[in-house]
């Protein structure tokens, strides 16, 4: 059964999932992490974009691609739903995102949990969770340059797993010959943001 801090948005209200790793197990300087920057940065714009157009952003509340979507929809005035890997009683992870997650409820947003107030934030709650997110989006839309073109993977894989089993639209925004483009099945939809 799914618990609230906040006020979940009205049933008519858009709901865009934006999902991505939380960030690359690299050296700080090498071209993988300065990709994971530059993605970060893309999906901030685009919760941002989203906020400014009324449609509610909902993500993980993890490091990476989720606190940039949660931050932009925020710096943009809109209302951002945080899907949590923990009960609303356990403590919040991962512990840096505290601020965020206030701010969150200042802001008119909400938090869901799936779990029992106390359960802490391990492994199988973090699966349990991209599903949860997928279940509440209406679209999801996967921020990310993994290393193989096409190979998603960790949470973001689970994610769009059953996304695509719940027949939701899955959109995967990223970088193709140093263009952002947004695609679906590998067809162009979008044309980069300049």
């Known amino acids: 059964m799914l618990q609230f801090l906040g006020e979940f948005p009205a049933a008519e209200q858009e709901i865009i999932a934006i999902i991505g790793p939380r960030r690359p197990s690299c050296a700080p300087h090498s071209e993988e992490m300065q990709q994971h920057r ?25 490091t990476g691609i989720d606190t940039a979507a949660h931050l ?5 005035g809109g209302k951002t739903v945080a899907v949590v890997p923990f009960g609303l009683a356990a403590a919040i992870y991962p512990p840096e995102n505290i601020p965020l997650y206030q701010r969150i409820l200042s802001s008119g947003g909400c938090i869901v949990s799936q779990f029992k107030p106390e359960q802490p934030a391990v492994k199988w709650t973090f699966v349990a969770r991209d599903k949860t997110q997928a279940l509440l989006a209406h679209k999801i839309l996967v921020v990310a340059t993994f290393p193989h073109p096409g190979v998603i993977t960790g949470g973001t894989k689970h994610c769009a797993y059953w996304a695509r089993k719940m027949g939701k639209p899955l959109y995967h925004y990223r970088q193709v ?18």
Do not use: N
């Open 38 to 62: 530059r993605d970060c940065t893309m999906a901030y714009t685009l919760a941002k974009q989203a906020a400014q157009r009324g449609i509610v952003v909902l993500s993980g509340l993890a």
């Open 72 to 76: 932009g929809c925020l710096d943009g």
């Open 177 to 194: 010959m140093g263009r952002y483009q947004v695609f679906k099945d590998d067809e162009v939809l979008i044309e980069p943001i300049r």
